[in-house]
Structure formats: structure tokens, C-alpha cells
């Protein structure tokens, strides 16, 4: 079943489909589902299938997303494709991509459309775009969700096997679970926003929709990564998941705080999830919800509506008419904050940081449904306003929260509906979301999407370090079967793996005696993916290791091919001077090879 991103790779890998079959495949299937609702705009054919013929000349091996089609939400930029936001005065043509759309490129994704929204991204329903309703796939009844409703309808459908949308209020957690699917909104500033319309730009972040965590987490890693052109990305090496700990303790707001508004339902649902986590072994702990309640409604109450406002001030100006009348409404009041508004909003969203920080003391994670309830596209349409407000009960407060979240698929309601739940933790502990989570949700048994596909075998993870040991990469004469690898070994060290770094590192030969590498971190994507090991050290050997380590080199932190940061051996820029630049070897083994050769 060729289905998934992991399975996609796996046949592109073995040669039994070609990544341009998979992407004739996708278009084809949009053309079946018929719903011009889902796509703004789409990539020509015979060039997507171009582009992934050309994937043959590249290393697989090197590319996570080899041959993969993927969707960008039309208010992230993709050269080639109009950016709309869904608001056609507002149209432009990008010349560069998003650096979300670059890195996904880059790593072997073939892009082939741009999907429809909620107006500047305002709206957890989408129902507000003048390109009309994506239907809803699991219902078509039921609204799509927002404000990334065409990624979320696509995957569902099974168009695209991952998606990307936006999400500062909840768009890429709502339309998650109105569609069946993971929804992984990260931690902000891990992936870059640059070449993304801002919502509120203080709090946008790149979201992934997919059919499981585990490919949210290889879109994830392939986009991880600060940016000089984004002065709100952060250096936050993505860690590895991990496998489910026995120890697990997952938050749950006191009695009498949760708020279904007469949903019985989905508040059954959430019950039987709770149950289901606890029968996996985690202990759950009650925490005080009111002060992120609180915060959430700071969101479209206070100052950041001001955001919003910035982005289309000239827009409104000239041509009021060409936004939507809801998204008008909402986004004007940004005109009439000042400046005293903002800082104290600022203050107050200080002290609920303090807050939640405590919440989090005891707590692993928070578990919480990803929406309340679920409302039909006639509801929504009669009442615009409050329904939305609703559906944000336990989104809006996050990104203010400077937390991740992992939104996913819990149940199917006895009236077909699905509903969802989802993982909150402070930022930078993505992965450790996606490790408990990918768990929960293979143990639902729920059939992906809307296309009633089985889940595949959860997938093992890769061997890591445990508990009282140190991961570290080595390029040199400590790799396996080198001069120096018994050094490793004396020290109880243990190879986990066999990779390379993300292209942005250049290796030098540095003048020393005896000879040895010096890798450099370069511009992303300006250099070469370098060969490399991780061993694992005892965390007291890993010192002694660190101490005997002569200069030029040094330890920091370096970046794997599929994201993940891991201690390893660097270079200086001022250390590297007149030394060889042998990066176009790939690595010191081969290096070394053609030296003995000689």
C-alpha cells in the first residue's frame, strides 16, 4: 500500500514505482474527486512529472522525501504558482519559494498545487474563500475546517499524501480532526516562515497535515532549521522520538472546565481517549485551564488582531470590497488598538506564560480535544462568528504559549463525525510529542483519512542513546574500521547508526599532523551532505572523550540529513584557512580511500 510518505519512499527506493507514476497519480485523482474547491491553483502536469523524472539522477538514499507530491496552503509562496491568500486583489507572483517549499524540494518533494483557505488565514471553518467550500470528505455535510481547509481535504482524499498549511490559531489542528488526520503544529520558529503571508506574525507558524505522525515528523525534519530570512526562527535542533515511556504523565484540565457546549458526543469521545491513554500506562493529573482560557482570548480580544490588520491595511483602504465580509469585520477592529492596548495585553500574557510554565512542573504533555464540537457548513454560515470562536476553545491559547502540538485522529462517532485530540508541551519538545503520540494513535486502530485505509505497522525507531549515554557524530579516523575507532570502543562506545549530515556542511583536510577532517557548517543548503556515524558514549567516557579532543576541532552541534541535531566534531571558520576543500568527496572514508589509492 503505497499510500503513505514512508511507503511512497520505500517503492520509489526499490524501484517498484516511479516518482513520476506517483505524481501522474495524484493528479489523476484530483481530476477523479472533482472538487475545484480543494486546490487555488495547480502545477502543470507535464512539468511536476518533469521534475520527478529528473529525481533519478540524485542519491535516493539522501532524500527523506524522495518523489513525494506535495500540497502548500496558498498563502506560503512556490515559484511558479500564484500566491493568493485567497483574496485575488491581493495575488502576487513569489520569485523565490517559501524556505518551507525550498527545503521540502530539496529533499526530494515534488510540489504540485496550492490549496485553498480561509481568507488570510482568518477562520478555524473554512467556509470564507471566494474559490468556495472544500468538501468535507469524512461528511460532505460537515465544514472542512480552517483556516488550512484545502491541505487537510487533500490529504484526507488521499490527493496528496502531506500537505502544508498554517496555523496561529488552530488551522492546522481544527481541519486535522474535521478530516481524519494528523495535524502536527510545531514549535514556532522551528520551521521558517519566510516567504509565508503573516497572519499574525508574532505567531505564525508552517504546519504539516498527513495520514501519520511519523511522516508529519519527515516533513518535519526535512523543514527544521533557522534561516537568516526569517528573524523569528529559532536554533532548535529536532530531537529523535523515543520510545513510549513507562513513566508518562498527561495533563487534564479539573472537573467542570472542559467545555463541549452540548456535544455529548465528543465529550464521550474524549472520555473513551483518556481511558485509552491511561490503559497504555500514563498516569493523568489534573491542571488549572482557566488561565490558558484566558489567554486565549487575548487572541482576537486584544492586540494581535492588529497583526492581522497590518497585512491588508492598504488592501482595506483601496478595495474593502475585494475581502470578505466576515474576515472584514474581523480584521478591521486591528485599526482601532493603541499602542497602551498592546502592552498591557503583553503583560498579562507574561504573567499566564509564568502560569502554564508551573502547569507543565509534574506534566509531560497536556491532553486535550482539538475542538469541542463540530458544526455543519449551513450552521456555520448562519452564525459565522461565534460557531468559529467555539471551534477554537483549545487552540487559541497555544501559540501565545510559545507551545508545540500534535493533533490527532482519536475516535469516529456513532454518527460518523470524527474527533480528535491533542498534545501540547512546551516548545522544543516536538519529537517528544510525536514519540507517545505515534503510539496512541496506532492503537486506535482507526483507518486513515477518509479513504477508510489500515494503518501500517508502526514503523521501529532507530537505534539512540539511552538514558545515562551521549549521542555523538564522528567524520574522521574514529569512524568504523579507522585508525582511531578503538578509541570509541575503549570507551564503551556503541555505533547506532550510519548517516550524513542536511547539505550544509563543507569538509576540509585540515593541515595537522596526522592529517584530519574539519567539517564547517555553511549557509543551509550552500554545502554537502557529509558521511558520518553516531555513536552512543557513557555520559562519564563522553567527557573524558571531549577532553582529549585536539584543536582545531571542537564539539557542537550538528545537523543530520533528516533534521535531527547531534553532537559532533566542527571547525571554525578562522581554524580551516589554507586546508583542502574535499566536500566533493562526500566524506573523510572515501577521502582517505583514493589517497591509499594513489
Known amino acids: 500500500m503505497t499510500e503513505t510518505v514512508a511507503a511512497i519512499v520505500a517503492a520509489h527506493r526499490a524501484g517498484t514505482v516511479s516518482p513520476s507514476q506517483t505524481v501522474a497519480r495524484s493528479f489523476q485523482r484530483i481530476r477523479d474527486h472533482n472538487d475545484p474547491a480543494i486546490f487555488i491553483s495547480l502545477r502543470d502536469e507535464k512539468e511536476a512529472l518533469a521534475e520527478a523524472e529528473a529525481l533519478s539522477a540524485k542519491d535516493a538514499a539522501q532524500l527523506p522525501l524522495y518523489g513525494v507530491p506535495v500540497a502548500a496552503k496558498d498563502n506560503i509562496d512556490a515559484i511558479g504558482l500564484p500566491t493568493t491568500a485567497a483574496c485575488p486583489a491581493f495575488a502576487y507572483s513569489p520569485s523565490h519559494d517559501a524556505t518551507a517549499v525550498a527545503r521540502l524540494r530539496a529533499a526530494g518533494a515534488i510540489v504540485i498545487g496550492k490549496t485553498n483557505l480561509d481568507q488570510f488565514a482568518t ?73 509565508v503571508v503573516p497572519a499574525c506574525r508574532t505567531l505564525d507558524c508552517v504546519s504539516i497535515f498527513s495520514l501519520t505522525v511519523d511522516d508529519a515528523m519527515t516533513a518535519l525534519a526535512a523543514m527544521a532549521g533557522p534561516d537568516g530570512a526569517d528573524p523569528f526562527s529559532r536554533n532548535c535542533p529536532l530531537a529523535e522520538m523515543a520510545a513510549f515511556p513507562s513513566k508518562l504523565r498527561l495533563g487534564v484540565p479539573r472537573p467542570g472546565q472542559l467545555i463541549f457546549f452540548g456535544d455529548k458526543a465528543s465529550e464521550a469521545a474524549y472520555g473513551e481517549a483518556l481511558k485509552r491513554w491511561t490503559e497504555l500506562g500514563a498516569t493523568l493529573v489534573e491542571f488549572d485551564l482557566e488561565p490558558f482560557h484566558e489567554t486565549a482570548r487575548l487572541l482576537y480580544e486584544g492586540p494581535w488582531v492588529a497583526e492581522r490588520y497590518l497585512v491588508i491595511k492598504s488592501l482595506l483602504a483601496s478595495s474593502p470590497e475585494a475581502i470578505h465580509p466576515v474576515t472584514r469585520e474581523i480584521i478591521i477592529a486591528g485599526a482601532r488598538l493603541s499602542a497602551a492596548d498592546t502592552f498591557a495585553a503583553l503583560y498579562r500574557l507574561q504573567a499566564l506564560r509564568k502560569i502554564a510554565e508551573r502547569a507543565f512542573t509534574d506534566i509531560d504533555a497536556l491532553v486535550l480535544p482539538t475542538a469541542p464540537t463540530v458544526y455543519s457548513t449551513a450552521q456555520v454560515l448562519a452564525n459565522p462568528l461565534e460557531l468559529n470562536s467555539r471551534l477554537g476553545t483549545y487552540t487559541n491559547f497555544v501559540n501565545l504559549l510559545d507551545l508545540c502540538g500534535l493533533a490527532l485522529p482519536a475516535a469516529i462517532r456513532p454518527d460518523n463525525i470524527p474527533f480528535g485530540i491533542t498534545l501540547l508541551a512546551p516548545a522544543g519538545q516536538d519529537a517528544q510529542l510525536a514519540s507517545i503520540g505515534r503510539v496512541f494513535h496506532a492503537d486506535t486502530g482507526l483507518p486513515m483519512g477518509s479513504r477508510s485505509l489500515p494503518q501500517p505497522r508502526l514503523a521501529a525507531l532507530p537505534a539512540r542513546a539511552s538514558g545515562d549515554e551521549i549521542a555523538v557524530a564522528v567524520v574522521g579516523a574514529h569512524l568504523s574500521g579507522m585508525a582511531l575507532n578503538g578509541e570509541l570502543k575503549a570507551l564503551g562506545g556503541r555505533l547506532l547508526e550510519s548517516t550524513a549530515t542536511a547539505p550544509d556542511y563543507k569538509l576540509y583536510a585540515l593541515n595537522t599532523a596526522p592529517p584530519k577532517p574539519g567539517m564547517l557548517r555553511v549557509e543551509a543548503g550552500s554545502g554537502s551532505s557529509i558521511e558520518l556515524e553516531v555513536w552512543a558514549l557513557p555520559a562519564a567516557a563522553f567527557g573524558r572523550f571531549v577532553a582529549a579532543i585536539p584543536p582545531p576541532l571542537s564539539i557542537g552541534t550538528i545537523r543530520l540529513a533528516d533534521g535531527r541535531g547531534v553532537k559532533g566534531f566542527i571547525v571554525e571558520p578562522a581554524d580551516v584557512g589554507s586546508a583542502r576543500d574535499i566536500s566533493a568527496y562526500g566524506g573523510w572514508r572515501a577521502f582517505v580511500a583514493e589517497r591509499v589509492a594513489g
Open 123 to 195: 477562520g478555524l471553518v473554512g467556509v470564507r474563500s471566494p474559490y468556495g467550500i472544500p468538501t468535507n470528505p469524512m461528511r460532505a455535510d460537515l465544514i472542512p475546517g480552517g483556516s488550512s481547509s484545502g491541505s487537510a481535504v487533500a490529504v484526507s482524499a488521499g490527493l496528496v499524501p502531506l500537505a502544508l498549511g498554517t496555523d496561529t490559531a488552530g488551522s492546522g489542528r481544527v481541519p486535522a480532526m474535521l478530516n481524519n488526520i494528523v495535524g502536527l503544529k510545531p514549535s514556532l520558529g522551528l520551521i521558517s516562515t519566510a516567504g
